[in-house]
């Protein structure tokens, strides 16, 4: 099977392109699939029984904008309960098995996550947020510190630097190492933390080209950027139909 970004052949900017590039079709698609979804609960002909006389909506679209008594206007707020309810919990099932099939892929001990690890966040924000709950964070900080220049990060990995720089452009990153790696091996494996269990923990995250978890990334990214746009388009409703 191709791995998406370790094949050999295609660059990993240039793969990651492709990936952006798809993007736009599957939000149309994703964007398709949603009004189909809306449209199956939308009345017939309401208006033949209105007691408004002088309504002048003539289009009866999603994002019209209808008097709270029209029965359109039960729709859209039918259409938010659904968004939220139903077919949320649907969006979270498909998430699920996605990333269910991750358990078919084996990590290969490559260390690379281990090496070099970004974050948006610097050291001390995410010791902040650690201290406000955030697992994540406090998982992040219980292993990994800072590097102290952005050269000796780059010698931890050249290849996945350059790719991080060449694609998040205008967002600061913060990169961090675990010093608990010890010739290239975990020295404390059976206390890792879940960060370091269940990587990559999103199917969209940028991963090293020798993670063996690229062919799963390679099998589910369709679905995981039409869950993406998904969501998003999800939010888009909510914000236009509250
Ligand atoms: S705790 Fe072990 S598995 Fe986790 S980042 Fe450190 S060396 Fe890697
Ligand atoms: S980068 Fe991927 S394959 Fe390499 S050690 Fe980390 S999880 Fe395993």
Known sequence: MNNFFSNNTTPLASQYDNLKNNYEKIFIEAAESIRREVNAFKPENPCEKCSVKECKIEKKDVFTPFPPICAYRDWQLQILTFLAGDYRQKLKAVYKNMMDKKNEYTCNKCAACCKLATSEYSYEQLKQRASRGDKFSRDFVSVFVPYETEEDAKNANPEFFKLINDIIRDEKVYYYY???LKDNLCSDYDNRPDIC?????????????????????????HDA????????IIDFYKGKLQ
């Open 225 to 232: 950027m039409l869950l993406k746009a998904k969501v998003d």
């Open 178 to 180: 675990c010093p608990k």
């Open 197 to 221: 269990k269940n990587f990559p923990h999103n199917p969209l995250k940028l991963i090293p080209s020798t993670c063996a978890f690229n062919a799963w990334k390679e099998e589910i990214s």
